[in-house]
């Protein structure tokens, strides 16, 4: 059964027009984490949570926000995507503590801007 | 800043070969993770290394840890077509929860 579940899969949006992806997990982790995924490169984290203390990336565009409600949900919203922004959006979570801090990925957003 | 870099980039080797992508980083480190990607999807988990000198194996694949020297190797023994992936190292600093990943080696076995 999937432990992070990430909706939807595919999410096509205009330029401009506010988006939101969603992420859940079963696994009640305190860690969550944003990434973005441009086509043959790395992940690269957006921001954390660590239970509600929300840990932003220096260099991550003011476009990009998130909101973790509770301890099963987090959100990432973009205010205006631009066409830079089409991207796999994947949502990981950890433990607070324990052997080690595996992360468990979502299968991800495909994000198409248009 | 904690940098990761792998080698190779890319990687294309024949069915039944043996090969290794290493992985460097750049300051001190307490764990170190492998993960697989295959195209269009999301990351899977491999490995985790905890500790100098740590060696996990799955299969025909093998990741050792060498924390002095600040490198992981990940060994694929007798490549199948099926191990044909990107694959991705990832690290993580003491007391914090942020991962950095390497650039990642595109693996391409030939039938």
């Known amino acids: 059964d999937a432990m992070v579940i990430q909706n939807p899969r595919y999410q096509v949006t205009q330029f401009g027009k506010p988006v939101t992806l969603s992420c859940s997990q079963t696994?009640?982790?305190?860690?969550m984490y944003w990434y973005q995924q441009k086509s043959s490169q790395a992940p690269k984290l957006l921001f954390h949570?660590?239970?509600?203390?929300?840990?932003n990336e220096a260099d991550t565009p003011d476009n990009f926000q998130s909101r973790r409600p509770n301890t099963s949900f987090c959100f990432l919203d973009i205010r205006s995507p631009g066409l830079g922004d089409a991207a796999m959006y994947l949502c990981?979570?950890?433990?607070?503590?324990?052997?080690?801090?595996?992360?468990?990925f979502g299968a991800g957003t495909r994000l198409s801007v248009l | 800043e904690l940098k990761v870099e792998q080698n190779p980039l890319f990687l294309s080797m024949q069915e039944g070969k043996n090969y290794t992508i290493y992985c460097n980083y750049s300051?001190?480190?307490?764990?170190l993770y492998w993960y697989r990607q295959d195209p269009g999807k999301s990351l899977e988990s491999l490995f985790v290394?905890?500790?100098?000198?740590a060696v996990k194996q799955e299969g025909r694949l093998m990741a050792s840890l060498d924390t002095k020297a600040r490198l992981s190797t990940l060994h694929i023994t007798a490549a199948v077509h099926d191990l044909s992936a990107t694959y991705f190292c990832?690290?993580?600093?003491?007391?914090?929860?942020?991962?950095?990943f390497g650039t990642g080696t595109r693996l391409k076995v030939l039938a």
């Open positions: 990981a979570t950890s433990r607070e503590r324990g052997a080690a801090y595996i992360q468990y």
């Open positions: 696994l009640n982790h305190n860690v």
């Open positions: 949570y660590y239970d509600k203390d929300f840990n």
């Open positions: 300051t001190t480190s307490d764990r």
């Open positions: 290394l905890l500790s100098n000198g």
């Open positions: 990832a690290v993580t600093t003491s007391g914090t929860y942020k991962y950095i």
